[in-house]
């Protein structure tokens, strides 16, 4: 293992200078088009032809208690807390919030459609928020980022800008070799976009840049197409809008025409930055996945909501006896299959006896325990079961069942290693409920380790801590 990355980081440093010394700087012309159409002036309208110039500021002043939030850096303002403004803004718009005692507390991306009426980019004092202060936020990022995935590390594919964690509220940057996927979880930052793209890709050196929408977002923007279509909006605009920055769109750079390629600690993947789930790939369950690896070691392996076999490949490398991948999605399972492939030259893969099921995962472990198939390792890493509050007992109902069902293949002695994706689930919540769950059973937990998120996904603020994970023994 240790000589194949070392070979591949050649292939990294080459790829790195290729890219940074001879790949033209990208185009995003584009963006500054769709700013200006978006904040709804045309150019000559706008002061200097600055969209960003033309971008009206929203003043607002807030109640005491999001006073008390915004002053211990929350990075959401929600519509509640908001006694009185200026005017109705626009999506975009910036807004300068003062407490009650007309004071500047903080300033952020106002978002009309969203219950986070405003996301804040600036506590404390009053500063320009214009190209130059993105510039320097994004450089930040890049270069903690770049700190922290040395060329030996054997990954090319991380998170570089982690949202409201970082003072980038609502965007997400993830990077796969030279393919950058932005992630828009608001409309607000269309007219501002072009100030991150364009020093990320620089720094970068991206080859290309993928823009994605979280599906709240994506509301907001077909929202337009229909009759609450702001009047100061051309008529054209919705439609052209909607092909320029539609899910997956390439906001710049090369044609992508098959799937990314990329490394994660010396293992090749494969994603689909346009079409996957989350952008591409579940970047955030790196360490967990290394930690599996190192306990599989001639187990027979059942890698449940495998997605694209990002487990299932660290538990071959780490020297499984077998592995099943087990997922409801084909697309996902056919790219597990090629993840596999990729890696052939890898003995733990190679010799590996590798199955994929296409299924429900309750239902199929039901029906493995049903039929006697038992494993000595089970991962659970189901989606988040509670997007709203109201679904948190539901979520709750489910990662017990789960545990149950996993239980009921795991062997005397077996590993469960059980993750939750979910913010709206406490991790005293998840663990309780699992503990709780084994106890039923008759198979209590012994812990061996929880875990969280990687660093690069670090948690700023206490909604933005989603990833638990437990590693545990089951007797
Ligand atoms: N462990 C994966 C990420 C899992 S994401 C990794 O490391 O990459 C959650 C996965 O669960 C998705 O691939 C989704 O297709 C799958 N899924 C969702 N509901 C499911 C169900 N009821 N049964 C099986 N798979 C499901």
């Known amino acids: 293992m240790r000589s194949s990355i070392a070979q591949r980081k050649g292939r990294f440093v080459c790829a790195r200078k290729t890219y940074s010394e001879e790949m033209p700087e990208l185009d995003f012309s584009q963006l500054g ?62 807004a ?80 796969y070799a030279n393919t950058l996927v932005v992630k828009l979880y608001t409309t607000a930052w269309l007219p501002h976009l072009r100030h991150v793209v364009r020093p990320l890709s620089r720094l970068t050196g991206a080859q290309r840049v ?32 909607a092909d320029e920055l539609a899910d997956g769109v390439l906001l710049g750079g090369l044609a992508l025409d098959g799937p990314v390629l990329f490394w994660e600690n010396g293992l090749r993947f494969e994603c689909d930055p346009c079409r996957g789930q989350k952008t591409g790939f579940f970047l955030d369950q790196r360490d967990n996945r290394a930690r599996v690896e190192a306990l599989a070691g001639g187990k027979d392996v059942l890698n449940t909501f495998a997605y694209t076999g990002g487990f299932s490949l660290y538990a071959a490398r780490g020297g499984a006896k077998s592995v099943v991948s087990l997922d409801a999605s084909a697309p996902a399972l056919q790219a597990a299959q090629r993840n596999f492939e990729h890696n052939r030259a890898i003995p733990g893969v190679a010799g590996v006896h590798h199955e994929t099921l296409r299924a429900d ?22 989606p988040s079961f509670a997007s709203r509050q109201g679904e948190v007992e539901r979520a709750l109902g489910a990662y017990a069942s789960l545990t149950r069902l996993a239980l009921g293949v795991l062997r005397p002695g077996g590993d469960l290693i059980f993750a939750s994706c979910s913010a709206r689930i406490t991790s005293d919540d998840f663990f309780a409920c699992l503990h709780a769950a084994a106890r039923r059973a008759g198979r209590p937990l012994r ?26 023994k089951v007797p």
Request: aromatic residues 8%; glycine residues 8%.
């Open 210 to 241: 993928v823009l994605r929408w979280s599906r709240g977002a994506t509301r907001a923007l077909n929202s337009l197409g229909e009759s609450e279509l702001p009047d100061e909006l051309p008529d054209e605009l919705p439609g052209e809008l």
């Open 96 to 175: 300068v919030i003062f407490d009650r005692r007309r004071n500047f507390l903080a300033l952020g991306l106002y978002d009309p459609e969203s219950p986070i009426r405003v996301r804040i980019l600036h506590h404390g004092k009053p500063t320009p928020v214009d190209a130059a202060f993105f510039a320097r936020r994004v450089q930040g990022l890049a270069e903690l980022r770049a700190k922290l995935f040395s060329d030996d590390a054997g990954t090319n594919a991380y998170r570089l800008i982690n949202g409201e964690n970082e003072g980038m509220p609502g965007l997400v940057a993830d990077r």
């Open 361 to 382: 995962a309750f239902r199929s472990l039901a029906e493995l325990a049903a039929a006697g198939r038992d494993f000595d390792l089970v991962v659970v890493d189901p």
């Open 447 to 472: 812990e061996i380790e929880r875990t969280a998120h990687p660093a690069d996904h670090p948690v700023g603020f206490e909604q933005g801590a989603y990833l638990k994970c437990i590693f545990a």
């Open 33 to 94: 088009r769709i700013a200006e159409r978006w904040v709804g002036r045309t150019a000559e309208r706008s002061a200097a032809g600055d969209p960003l110039a033309a971008a009206q500021n929203v003043t607002l002043r807030v109640d005491r208690s999001a006073e008390r939030a915004l002053r211990k850096g929350h990075p959401w303002l929600f519509a509640q807390g908001i006694r009185d403004q200026s005017h109705d803004g626009r999506a975009g718009d910036f």
